[in-house]
């Protein structure tokens, strides 16, 4: 692989948030982001030094955009498979076209997890109502009925709970290719961002303890309240996961951890071929953010240090609580974040604060 220089221009597929922060990560370094994403009022498109307003399958668009840049990296799993494809064939993409393959279904995703030796929920891959009752029959209630293909944020899931009519879950997920896996009663959940430069060097930041609402993600704090074993071994995994994809960047694997007598251990819940929502704490709390890092491998550059800075929490802020954003201002030591969004839509991440703490 080539080491891009100072001038070079990456190009980035998906205009929102974590596009937006890799090209302001990308500045300091030298290098420009072309952001390529459909949505006008796209959050990247003010901060990128170049932008391409067009569709996924818009091949006219694609070759200008493959012409215009020394390489493409994406914010989004489901690039579609044709539009990397394409670029592909013009422009190296990294991460390269196993690591979408891969996580672009979960039921893909979950068999190579177990394939490389490390642990998931048990789960069935499901396309028809009767192969669902023959699953809950098999994984027991409560479990969780998935899409293969296009979940983010607990979109296309549902859990089948005591009681529950399996008609009514199978077309919950609009009676499309899924999976159904037992639930997990998990004592946490935590996630590892990791990043994979063009030599196979690994590195991964501490491990991140993640709690949601509603399905989203709503605050991180690291360190995580686990054991030094399960923090290694969290690592481990997601250094295994990236050498099996021959990864190029930064990605993210989240875990469940469990906890019983025989002590603390982990499930790979998901991972994302990309940064992170769980990683955003890096942008103060490490010496070089998520963001960085990810640029720095798709350039083929060295990795930068991953130490954290102190003790570290991030909020998301959702919808309407961005509104908080004048009282998070005025607070000393207090790390605004806001993705430039017009609207504040239930649901929508709108920014993130960040607030460290000396260890
Ligand atoms: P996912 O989209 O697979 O990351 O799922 C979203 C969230 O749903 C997870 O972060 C968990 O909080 C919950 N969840 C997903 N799968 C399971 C499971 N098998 N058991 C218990 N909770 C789950």
Known sequence: MTMLKPGDTIGILGGGQLARMMALAAAPLGLDCHVYAPEADS?????????????????????????????????????????????????????????????????????????????????????????????????????????????????????VRPGMDLEEAWSTVGGHPSILEAFVPFALEVSVVAARSADGTVSAFDVCENQHRHHILATTRVPAGIGPATEHACKEHAARIAAALDYVGVLAVEFFVLRDAGGEHVLVNEIAPRVHNSGHWTIEGAQTSQFEQHMRAVAGWPLGCVRRTGRVEMANLVGDEVEAWRKIVATPGSHLHLYGKREARPGRKMGHVTRITPE
């Not at 177990?114 to 192969?131: K, Q």
């Open 43 to 159: 959050p990247a498109f003010p901060v990128a030094a170049a932008r391409t307003c067009a569709g996924y399958g818009d091949h006219e668009a694609l070759a200008a955009f493959a012409a215009a840049v020394s390489v493409v990296t994406y914010e989004f799993e489901n690039v579609p498979a044709d539009t990397a494809a394409f670029l592909a064939s013009r422009v190296p993409v990294l991460p390269g076209p196993r690591a979408l393959a891969t996580t672009q279904d979960r039921l893909v995703e979950k068999t190579f997890v177990n394939d490389i030796g490390l642990a998931t929920p048990a789960f069935r891959a499901v396309v028809s109502l009767a192969e669902l009752q023959a699953a809950v029959a098999e994984l027991g209630r409560p479990s969780v009925l998935k899409t293969r293909r296009f979940g983010y944020d607990g979109k296309g899931q549902v859990i």
